[in-house]
């Protein structure tokens, strides 16, 4: 049972960061033991880890060759591909996981979440419901699901789906700050501003909780406060080209156009 230590090894080196090592493991696994597909998925999981995609591929398919119909090859490696950029293959290979494995929640995650960057926005809608039928009570399928309702401009949905977040999680800052989102564009700026406190008493440190406070604010005529907002989310990212353009915006509208600039 050697190759399984070396496995292991490998293994604990990959989650270190370590991937030379770890492809050394490995290589020392399969030269005892040639046939071991798990070790391939290791493997090919620290050569896409690399940026080797040929090679990962490789072993990917050598591991299925010994153990053909495996859906957590599949699922690695479209999970690869996905991060190598190659969008429309993995979506292949999460699609063999699905056929394969029906309730791979995981990767009805993944084709949800490549269809989202894709603004496939119905298809995405669809692997979010099909999680929640697996697990209603999937705290990140439903704040997807509320995503991509408000991209849709299905705003009362949206609404109901984070809803259904924070009775999972009550002090869900993102899920509050996402509400007063969807209250401020519908026009309840009151009722956006308590979402984004509640939001930031949670998570003192979601600065864009505090760039939204800060513009309902600036709409409902409190500037002074509004440029607080804007000058705290800055002091915790200062990198945020829309709240810059927010404090300018405030600052023009106090008259105050050379700070503006």
């Known amino acids: 049972n050697s190759w ?9 080196r990959a989650g270190l960061g370590e991937f030379d090592g770890a492809l050394m493991s490995y290589r020392s696994a399969l030269e005892i033991e040639p046939d071991q597909p798990g070790v391939l998925i290791n493997m090919a999981v620290t050569l896409g880890k690399k940026g080797l995609i040929d090679a990962a591929m490789s072993s990917y398919e050598k591991s299925l060759e010994i153990k053909p119909n495996n859906p957590e ?34 990767a009805w995650f993944n084709l949800g979440q490549i269809f989202t960057i894709k ?50 999680s009550p002090k869900h800052a993102g899920a509050y700050n996402s ?7 519908s026009g309840d700026l009151e009722k956006a501003i308590e979402n984004y406190k ?10 864009e909780g505090y760039q939204n406070l800060g513009t309902a604010l600036r709409d409902m005529g409190e500037l002074d406060l509004a ?10 990212n200062p990198h945020v080209a829309q709240t810059h353009y927010n404090k300018g915006v405030a600052l023009f509208d106090k008259g105050e156009m050379t700070k503006a600039k």
């Open 179 to 185: 509400i007063g989102a969807i209250l401020q564009e």
């Open 73 to 106: 090859a599949y699922f690695n490696q479209g999970t690869t591909l996905a991060e190598s950029g190659q969008l429309d293959l993995a979506t292949v290979s999460f699609n063999r996981v699905i056929q394969l494995k029906s309730e791979h929640v995981k």
């Open 227 to 236: 440029l607080e907002k804007y000058k705290e989310a800055l002091e915790i």
């Open 119 to 168: 603004l496939e926005y119905e298809e995405a809608r669809k692997c979010y419901e099909r999680i929640l039928g697996i697990d209603g009570d999937s705290l990140e399928a439903h704040l997807n699901l509320g995503s991509i309702y408000k991209a849709q401009g299905k705003l009362n949905l949206a609404l109901s789906s984070y809803q259904k977040s924070i009775q999972l």
């Open 198 to 207: 509640l939001a930031l008493n949670f998570d003192p440190n979601l600065s």
């Open 4 to 12: 399984k230590l070396y496995n292991v090894q490998g293994f604990a």
